[in-house]
């Protein structure tokens, strides 16, 4: 026999030895008792209804004017502590994800409806310049780094203008003394 084989035998026999001395003497375990809750603490489950929407059919959702133009999309949704819906996070501008801005829609400005079993609507009372000036919308994580970003663009715009004010020379056109102006 092999040694490894030889020493899978031994240990065998050396369990089935121990567990036959545990039956001899000693106390036998008791079986436990199913955990039971009183009713008022037993979760309750709930099935959707065709009236309900869920997040995931909502965040990517496309977001229309009133003109039926698409001017965003829903990109996060923000839950208040009473985890009741206090706002959406839209998507605006960008390509495929680039360059892409969020700003913070409140719950009552966006009107989601269901056309049928599977498509929802989603449309705001505004348009894509409007949303495009709306303030930043910035995730509690990233607060410190947009705050420098924008404390950095903003000594960079004072350090702009104080150029131009020592400057005698008048702010540039877009022209130069090689090319003509484009009509």
Known sequence: MSRPLLAAAFLLVAG???SLAQDAGGPKPVPGAPATLSDNLRPTFVAQEPSDLVAT???GQSIQNGANETIGSIADIVLGPDLAVKSYVVGVGGFLGLGTKYVSVAREALQVTRVDDKTLKAVINTDKDQLRAAPEYVYLGQQ????????AETA???SQKTDTQKSDVPAATGTTATQPAQQ
């Open 156 to 158: 960079k715009t004072d």
């Open 57 to 59: 059919k909502l965040i």
């Open 16 to 18: 089935a030895g121990a």
């Open 144 to 151: 410190p780094a947009k705050a420098e970003a924008a404390k």
